[in-house]
């Protein structure tokens, strides 16, 4: 019984739950705040603006035009109405429509501008959930009419399922040469109303519901006098849309619905010659300025604002750092505990590659090795005129401050990166490497104090090239439920007392002795 409540064990039990809560979070982010595993991830804003221009009659004005809702295909960031001399009713969540009224005796050219700003917008599958609706009015046509609209239905009906009736009798109207039925039925300058109408008729034929969708396709810089149109069949139970050119199913990509049935998209009463100019304009924002919006959207507004990714963008950068320090310690931790390796110091290799990090690796590796140098015989020199150790390790300290003057003097001078590089590296760890290595000199011979050196430098540049991978400082930041993971596994590792990979080498003659 004691084996499950060891402290390994319970260590193991904490270490599994970080794990899963990692997990988990990691889910929820990506899920509701839209966080991506690789960094920089862009998204793109379509901003759409609806121009509404008339002339009025001098009666009371109301103009109606339809808005997209709320729906999985894409999300509001933000919209607003310029009306100058209307009032704009208040535009609610899942309001159809923007209301904007004005008195009687408007004179002039009125014009009215809706914008909105839509991102996450996603490929639709034409999928509609919705009540089952009435059946629709049987269409008023002669028997002439009525004949041809038969053998139109017997033509889409054949070799074709009842879901791919409407995509059947789409592609008849669009056919070039056409049929002579499809002359019969249409007018030879079709537009894109004349056939969903047609289409409409023959499917009420059939007791099949159906309606006219008006949307915008997002492409960037469109400008167009009127909204694109689809046609929506309740078919099998469910609304399907179907595109009125090709006949193909499902909703297209970046298209988005501003009115599904309806007789008009725009309505405009008291005045005259009204029209709606559409113009689409695509613009590009970091995936992290949206979490907000998108966490909001979700209803996990709270959850966002004690998150480290509501702070201002200086306090960000800061703990972005802050948030793969625990790696570079796992980094040390694995490199001592289980590999074996003696470092100057237990943090010094990570402090070493955060300085390397700011320095660039080669001009950083270089400034480190003269600093070294130049400090170690600066200390030998010291250590002939008998000083006590705080006066010595400040003379040091002092020593390291001048000798990176200069080096950024030099480096300015002679444009060097690596003089203009040795003013990253922690000042008080310089003065302390070369002190305590100084002393490793002495007591246990240069030999095992340049192997320290060494070794930490090894440390180091393994560390360095672990935190300046740009896609784990990401994921440390936006997942940072990963150093509950980490704490863990240093403890864990806290309590290995078994053999380091560097000691079996030395313990290996005893084993074939024993052989």
Partial sequence: MKKFFSIRCILAYLLILSAVYAAYAAYYKIEYWGFNFAPKQNTNVWTIEAHVFFTPNGEPIKVSLARPTASNEFKILEEDVVANGFKVKEIKKNAPRIIATAQAGTEGEQNLYYRVLLFDNVDGKGRVKANPPQKPEMPVMDDQLKAVAKELLTIAKRQYPEDEWPAKIIKLFNQVPPEPTVVAFLPMKKTQKDVAEAVKTLLALEGVSSRIVRGIKLEENKKSMAADLMLEAYVNGKWKLFNLQTGEKGLPKNFVVFQRGGNSLLDVEGGENSAVKFS??????????????????????????????????????????????????????????????????????????????????????????????????????????????????????????????????????????IGLSAIFFPIIIMAWIIERASITWEEDGAANACREIVYSLVVAVITYFVVNNEYIRHIMFAFDELNLVILFTVMLLGTYTGYRLTELSRFAPLVKDKE
């Avoid at 304009?281 to 979490?291: C, E, G, Q, R, V």
């Avoid at 950068?317 to 505990?337: E, G």
């Avoid at 290799?349 to 390397?356: C, E, F, G, N, V």
């Avoid at 090795?369 to 400040?394: A, E, Q, T, Y």
């Fill in 280 to 417: 689409v304009l695509k613009s590009i924002t970091s995936s992290f300025k949206l979490a907000g919006k998108r966490a909001e959207l979700a209803d996990q507004k709270i959850r966002f604002d004690y998150s480290i990714y509501n702070l201002p963008l200086a306090e960000q950068n800061t703990l972005k750092w802050l948030s793969i320090f625990p790696l570079a310690i796992l980094i040390v931790v694995l490199m001592r505990n289980v590999v074996g390796i003696q470092t100057m110091g237990t943090f010094t290799p990570m402090l070493l590659a955060m300085a390397l990090t700011k320095t660039g690796f080669v001009p950083g590796l270089i400034a480190f090795g003269i600093i070294i140098v130049l400090g170690l015989s600066i200390r030998f020199w010291l250590s002939k005129l008998n000083l006590l150790l705080v006066p010595r390790i400040s003379a040091v300290v002092i020593f390291v401050i001048l000798i990176m003057q200069i080096l950024t003097i030099f480096g300015y001078q002679f444009d060097f990166k």
